[in-house]
């Protein structure tokens, strides 16, 4: 009996020894195809991931936060209140601020303060999503979140589109904390990998712009093109190549994508996407396991919409999706929190 339990506790650690160190050489090989593909071919490449890959990871990320969402908020009813009723009302006038800017009801001074508010708002809003947490569990000292808060909201104040900016860059990044955080949970054995990883994504990044520096724009001889260099920051960091920004860009979207389709599911969801029996709001028995089955069917639909509208008018439906997906962006954060 002592050899059979001896040979079932080493199993798992067999299986981390031989597995993990070839997701690590999958996952760098990976990266830097993807910065060679897309150095070459950026705006291309911009358009194709998108459009394969935005809808698809958004109903990963709606699926991941049902799994995540407790049937009943008990002592985390003000934490979840604050999360999402944030994530609404940020979202809802993000998409009117917007809408105003295109509408040209808004001067560049106008623009300008607009953002700096939201962005402050949204900072605010962090922070108090910080302090709540840290007021639900005494293993760490969080009380640095609101002088973190108002020190990030002087510097959306200095320069608030470089600020802006700054978050487009940051946002894909988010999906590592959220892969580091299912390892923490499923596979512990694995981050040590997983962190060497990190480490190392830095150089798939200096090899880029090692190649691109000295680069020539990118051509914006279509409104397409345009939208997407000016999405990349082109008409703030003028003295950076256009072509350099882009392929930064969709190289950090490509792994976001990448992460949420594939590594997330893999280890964080365990078996189907489609069981919801780990989905506290359809398998408690005060739940509501059809109204859950029939919002993932709806995001099926509304992923289907997006491909539709994108095959019928690219460039309009990418700009409604980018105004629209910021729900989806914010929404990150309160499961983040949660989860640290």
């Not at 923490?184 to 990190?198: E, G, I, S, V």
């Not at 999706?321 to 989806?328: I, L, W």
Request: charged share 15%; proline share 4%.
């Amino acid at each position: 009996m002592q050899n059979i339990s001896g040979n079932i506790r080493l199993a798992p650690y067999r299986r981390t020894e031989w597995f993990a160190p070839r997701v690590a050489v999958s996952f760098l090989s990976f990266c830097l195809l993807a910065a060679l593909l897309i150095s070459w071919k950026p705006i291309q490449l911009s358009i194709a991931t998108v459009f394969l890959f935005a809808g698809p990871h958004n109903w990963i990320e709606f699926r991941y936060f049902m799994e995540k969402m407790p049937a009943r908020w008990g002592k985390s009813k003000l934490f979840y209140s604050v999360g999402l009723g944030g994530v609404g009302a940020l979202t809802a006038s993000y998409i009117a601020l917007f809408s105003l800017g295109q509408s040209w009801y808004l001067n560049a001074a106008a623009w300008t303060v607009s953002i700096a508010l939201w962005n402050t708002v949204m900072l605010v809003w962090l922070a108090s999503l910080v302090h709540l947490r840290a007021k639900q569990t005494k293993r760490r000292d969080w009380s640095w979140a609101f002088a973190a808060g108002f020190a990030l909201c002087a510097l959306a104040w200095i320069n608030p589109l470089l600020f802006s900016l700054a978050l487009v860059y940051l946002h894909p990044l988010v999906a590592l904390l959220f892969l580091d955080r299912e390892l923490k949970r499923a596979r512990p054995a694995w981050r040590k990998t997983y962190h060497l990883c990190l480490a190392l994504l830095p150089l798939a990044l200096v090899l880029m712009w090692s190649h691109l520096i000295h680069a020539q724009g990118l051509p914006v001889d279509d409104a397409l093109s345009w939208r997407i260099t000016q999405h990349a920051g082109a008409g703030i960091l003028t003295g950076v190549s256009s072509r350099l920004l882009v392929a930064t860009h969709v190289f950090l979207e490509t792994i976001h994508y990448g992460v949420w389709l594939l590594l997330i599911p893999a280890i964080g969801m365990g078996g189907s996407v489609w069981e919801t029996k780990r989905v506290p709001l359809a398998s408690n028995r005060k739940g509501w396991p059809r109204a859950v089955r029939a919002a993932l069917v709806c995001g099926l639909f509304v992923m289907l919409a997006l491909w539709i509208g994108f095959a019928a008018d690219y460039a309009t439906t990418r700009d409604l999706y980018f105004t629209f997906a910021m729900a989806h962006v914010l929404a990150e954060a309160p499961f983040l929190i949660r989860l640290l």
